[in-house]
């Protein structure tokens, strides 16, 4: 699920903040990520991975460098094929 449905379904902005407050961010800061108008930096990214509870994957979060971040996640479950060096 990408950042911007999975905030939507948190409901109310109680818990958006409550969700940004547990991945160490503000809600603010999620929203600009999930626009896309900010890059998810991979350790928010793990985190929001984990607090998500593997709804928001790492992946969906940094589609075109995720593999060379976390390698060990190359062939896990629901994991997209790398990105093509160069393309």
């Given at each position: 699920m990408d950042?911007?449905?999975y905030l939507k379904?948190?409901?109310?902005?109680e818990a958006r903040?409550?969700?940004?407050?547990?991945?160490?961010t503000s809600a603010g800061h999620l929203r600009n990520?999930?626009?896309?108008?900010r890059s998810c930096a991979p350790e928010l990214?793990?985190?929001i991975d984990r607090e998500s509870?593997?709804?928001?994957r790492r992946w969906d979060l940094r589609?075109?460098?995720?593999?060379?971040?976390?390698p060990e996640l190359i062939g896990a479950d629901g994991a997209p094929e790398p990105a093509e060096a160069g393309g």
């Amino acid at each position: 699920m990408d950042l911007k449905s999975y905030l939507k379904s948190l409901g109310d902005e109680e818990a958006r903040d409550a969700f940004a407050a547990s991945v160490e961010t503000s809600a603010g800061h999620l929203r600009n990520v999930a626009n896309g108008y900010r890059s998810c930096a991979p350790e928010l990214a793990v985190h929001i991975d984990r607090e998500s509870g593997l709804v928001v994957r790492r992946w969906d979060l940094r589609p075109d460098d995720w593999h060379l971040i976390w390698p060990e996640l190359i062939g896990a479950d629901g994991a997209p094929e790398p990105a093509e060096a160069g393309g």
